[in-house]
Structures are given as C-alpha cells and as structure tokens.
C-alpha cells in the first residue's frame, strides 16, 4: 500500500510486538504479561518493556512549519497532536486511528492485532512572519519574477535574484511564491533559485534559515518537485537533516527511487560540509534507522559502515547503545551494526578497563558480544594487575552460551598482545585449562607450545573466510543497489540541469 499523498508521514514504532527466545516468531504483548507463550514452538518469553531515548537535535533553534509558533524542533514522540489523523499499521498496512486515547498512546491495529505509538506531528496553520527592514528592490524583482510568463526572461531575473544584495528578510517572507516557481521550470530558473535557496541557508542568519525550512517542507513532500531544491537543502547545515530523512523515506515508500536518493544525496552534503555537527547528526540517522527500509536503509548502512567516502565513523559507545536497541527491536540489524565499528587498540590502561566497564551497562548479550569483539589487547605500559582484573572478568563471563565466542576473541587479543605472554594469561590457562574458549586455546598454544593443562588441539589449516548472507542480507543487498542506481540517476539529472542551465 503506497502511502497518500495529500499528508505528511507519521513515523510508527512497533511497541507491543516482541520475537520468541527459541524460533524467533513475533509475540504480542497481552494485556501487560511478563510472560509470553509461543503459539509456535510453545516456548516462553519474558517481556522487556524498554523506554526509547530521545531523538539527538542539531543546536541552532530551528523552527519549521511543523511546530507550535516560536517552539524549537521538538522530537516527534515528545509532540502532542493537534487534529486526529490516521496512520498506517507497520505491519499489516491497514489504517489505525487514534480515536479517543492520549495524542502519544499505544493504539491496536484492528486487522492484525499489532500495537503501535503513534508518534505525531504538528502543522502550522500560518507561517510565521520574517522580520526585517523591508527591501523594495528585492519585493520587486520577485515579484516580476512571479508574474513573468518568458522563460528566458525570468530565468534571467532569477540569475539576478541570486545576489548576496537580495537575500534577506524580504526575500525570505516572499520565499513561498518563489519556491513554487521551481517544480517543472526551465533549467536556468530552477538552477538559479536552487542557488538563491541554499544563500539564504549559509548567510548565518537562523530567521532566514528557518524561513527555508518552512517554506521548503509545504514542497518537497510532492515526489514530483524539484530535485534541485533538495540539493539545495543539502547546502545547509544539520538542522536540514531531519527534512531530508523525512523526505527520502516517504518518497522511497511511494516507489520514487531517484527522489528519495535526491535527498539522501542532500543528506550526504550536509555530512560533507560540517564536521562540528557530524556525530549529532549521526545519531539522528541511528535513530530513523530502526524504521529505515529499503534504499534508504541500504543508505544509512554503508554511511553506518564508512562505504560513502564521507570519512565518518561512528564512535564505540553510539554503536554498541544502537545496538542494545536493535537487539530488542530490530534483531535483523545487528549483524549489519557489526560491520560499523572503526576502532583500535585502547590509548592507556584507563580507557581499556574503561571498555569492559562500559559493557556491563549494556541490557542485551548481542551489544555486550559485539563490545568484546571490540575491547582489543592492553595498549603498552598496562599493568599486569590490570590485565588480571580483565581476564578474571571474561572468565566469569565464560559459562554463558550467547557470549563464550565473543570472550573467546577478547581473551585471544589479550593473548596476542606484548612481547610475551603474560603471566597472568598463563596463570588463567594453568587454572581453567580445557574448559576455556576454544580460541583462546589456539592463541595460547600458538604462543607458548604445548602445555600439560590443555588437551592436544587438532591443526588448523587456512581456509577462506566465507560471508554468510541471510535473508535479510540478501534484500540489504538489493535495496543497497537500488540506492546505488538511484544516486546515479539522480546525480546525472543534476548534472544535465546544470549543463543546461549554463547554455
């Protein structure tokens, strides 16, 4: 079901579905049950009811049209509504309405049973006015642009608008009528008011910024608009991002591929240009990612991952959170989550033990195996206390099935690491012998020979590391070529309209 066009999305998280421990069937939350039966395999799971943290927000005040007058960007979940409206069920498709429950309560789909938080967003009846000294010459030539039916000539008169003289507080109050010029016009025009949009958003002037926002978002929802506009978005900063996102997802569920990669094209832009907001804005892809599908997923993947040559990375701590969610959530995504991490080896002891310190705040065991696949060997100068400390930790952590392998690979980095072995490892392997993790067995035996506490460990020989690839791969990898051949597109339009334009 594609969804209508005459709205603007309304995001739905999934809240009262849970997955069976055993055969990974969905469960629904009953009537507030700590335990839930599998209808399936007959297994039994304990409910964890989990609060979703808030939404990470650009600093710079931004005030749209989707916000109560003279409010700052709020996140969708804290918005009360302000006209009932429906939504789409994330499941099923069909309609769910909110009817007489709380603005940001828990609704159930008729059709299918599924339980969702519709989170909602507010409108504004009338944009806010600019203030400013007015500007004859800029309401002038704006508005004989409007009126002017030669292309040639008004494309010329745009080419003049984009002068630094015009972009101001006049031009910003007047920016509707423009922006509407821009669906369907002639390349000149479109390039053009394209270059006067993204003035307005660098002058460093929030009112006028704002003033694009507004203007922009009654727009760009129209999968048939201008591209350029959303390329000019991207000229922005970071407080375009959430726009962008919103955009891309909704014209990617409409089916208008090259539109969403237009945006998510902005979005790149927005990463490229300013550094300062980089891990701010990283989150807030995170934060979307959990309700991401299609190219748009397949996008804030390899972002995730450091495939768009943008030079980002996302830090430890961020990934292993988002991954505590997606264990809870989205289990699909945290195979993907793995591939994202870009870190090294601790710079002092202190941040080292500080790792597994962090670990032991995580809720789930797929975060805590995917923090020790990360924690790496002791940097130089740590002491052998330390070490100790660690290693007695990954031991109490041995007997628990869903992370042996990963202390397996936390003890081998350990293993691995100095000159020598160190004689706390030994010590552990003298005291634990056949009952530690195979791996750290191998590593320890490739270090220090044979040794009478250890059973005789077959060879190995080398093989090639083969990638498994699952279902849910399997689609990534679609949808990661979708995105691929709509960034192309939609790069080589712009390419044209620009070439075009300067003809």
């Given at each position: 079901?594609?969804?209508r066009?005459?709205?603007?999305p309304?995001?739905?998280?999934?809240?009262g579905?849970?997955?069976c421990?055993?055969?990974g069937?969905?469960l629904?939350?009953e009537?507030?049950?700590?335990?839930?039966?599998c209808?399936y395999?007959?297994?039994?799971?304990v409910?964890e009811r989990?609060?979703?943290s808030?939404?990470?927000?650009?600093?710079?005040?931004?005030?749209?049209m989707?916000?109560?007058e003279g409010a700052?960007?709020?996140?969708?979940h804290a918005?009360?509504?302000?006209?009932?409206?429906?939504?789409?069920?994330?499941?099923c498709?069909?309609?769910v309405?909110?009817?007489d429950?709380?603005?940001q309560?828990?609704?159930r789909?008729e059709h299918?049973g599924t339980s969702?938080?519709?989170?909602?967003?507010?409108?504004r009846?009338?944009?806010v006015?600019?203030?400013?000294?007015e500007?004859?010459?800029t309401?002038?030539?704006?508005?004989?642009i409007?009126?002017e039916?030669?292309?040639?000539?008004r494309?010329?008169?745009a080419?003049?608008?984009?002068q630094?003289?015009?972009?101001?507080?006049t031009l910003?109050?007047?920016?509707?009528e423009v922006l509407?010029l821009m669906k369907g016009a002639?390349?000149?025009?479109?390039v053009?008011?394209?270059?006067?949009?993204g003035?307005?958003?660098?002058?460093g002037?929030?009112?006028l910024?704002?003033?694009?926002?507004?203007?922009?978002?009654?727009?760009?929802?129209?999968?048939?608009?201008s591209r350029?506009l959303?390329f000019?978005l991207?000229?922005?900063?970071?407080v375009?991002?959430?726009?962008?996102l919103?955009?891309a997802?909704?014209?990617a569920d409409a089916?208008?591929i090259?539109y969403a990669c237009?945006a998510?094209w902005?979005?790149?832009?927005?990463?490229?240009r300013?550094?300062?907001?980089?891990?701010?804005?990283?989150e807030?892809?995170?934060y979307?990612?959990l309700?991401?599908?299609g190219?748009v997923q397949a996008?804030?993947l390899?972002?995730?991952?450091g495939q768009?040559?943008?030079?980002y990375r996302?830090?430890?701590?961020?990934?292993?959170?988002?991954?505590d969610d997606?264990?809870v959530?989205r289990p699909?995504?945290v195979a993907e989550m793995?591939k994202?991490?870009y870190?090294?080896?601790?710079?002092d002891?202190?941040e080292?033990a500080?790792r597994?310190?962090?670990?032991?705040g995580?809720m789930?065991?797929?975060a805590?195996?995917?923090?020790l696949?990360h924690?790496?060997g002791p940097?130089?100068?740590?002491s052998?206390?330390?070490?100790a400390?660690v290693?007695n930790e990954l031991v109490g952590?041995m007997g628990?099935?869903?992370?042996?392998?990963?202390?397996?690979?936390?003890?081998?980095a350990?293993?691995?690491?100095?000159e020598e072995?160190?004689?706390c490892?030994?010590?552990?392997?003298?005291?634990?012998?056949?009952a530690l993790?195979?791996?750290?067995?191998?590593?320890?035996v490739?270090r220090a020979?044979?040794?009478a506490c250890?059973?005789?460990l077959?060879?190995?020989y080398?093989?090639?590391?083969?990638?498994?690839?699952?279902?849910?791969?399997?689609r990534l990898?679609?949808w990661?070529a979708?995105?691929?051949?709509?960034?192309?597109?939609a790069?080589g339009?712009?390419e044209r309209?620009?070439s075009s334009?300067r003809?």
């Open positions: 079901m594609k969804p066009r005459d709205w603007l309304i995001s739905l998280f999934a809240t579905r849970v997955q421990e055993d055969c069937a969905p629904r939350i009537s507030g049950a700590a335990v839930m039966d209808r395999c007959g297994g039994k799971g409910v989990r609060l979703r808030v939404e990470a927000v650009v600093e710079g005040g931004v005030e749209t989707i916000g109560p700052k960007w709020t996140p969708w918005i009360d509504g302000v006209e009932e409206e429906g939504a789409q069920c994330p499941v498709g069909s309609e309405r909110e009817g429950g709380p603005a309560g828990v609704y789909c299918c969702s938080k519709l989170e909602r967003r507010l409108r009846k009338q944009a006015q600019v203030q400013g000294e500007s004859d010459a309401a002038e030539l704006v508005r004989a409007v009126e039916k030669d292309p040639q000539a494309a010329a008169m080419k003049e608008l984009d630094w003289a015009h972009i101001n507080a910003a109050r007047m920016l509707p509407a002639d390349a000149r025009l479109e053009s008011l394209g270059q006067v949009v003035k307005l958003l660098c002058e002037d929030p009112k910024r704002n003033a694009v926002l507004r203007a922009a978002e009654a727009l760009v929802f129209d999968v048939g608009g350029e959303l000019a991207g000229m922005g900063s970071g375009c991002l959430k726009l962008l919103d955009v997802n909704y014209a089916g208008e090259e237009a998510l902005g979005c790149n832009l927005i990463f490229e300013h550094y300062e907001q980089r891990d701010v804005c990283g807030i892809v995170l979307r990612l309700y991401m599908r190219a996008w804030a390899l972002l995730a991952q768009m040559g943008l030079g996302y830090p430890a701590e961020v990934l292993l959170r988002f991954i997606c264990a959530e699909d995504l793995e994202c991490f870190v090294g080896e601790a710079k002891e202190g080292w500080g597994l310190g962090f670990l032991k995580l789930t065991k797929e805590k195996a995917a923090g696949r924690l790496y940097p130089a100068g740590t052998e206390e330390a070490v400390r290693l952590m628990d099935e869903k992370l042996s392998d990963a202390v397996g690979a936390a003890m081998v350990i293993i691995e690491s100095g072995v160190r004689a490892a030994a010590e552990m392997v003298e005291r634990w012998g056949d993790p195979v791996e750290a067995r191998y590593a320890y490739g020979g044979e040794v250890l059973s005789k077959p060879v190995r080398w093989e090639p590391e083969r990638e498994v690839v699952n279902e849910f791969g399997k990898n679609e990661g979708m995105w691929r051949e709509g960034i192309g597109r790069v339009a712009r309209r620009v334009a003809s």
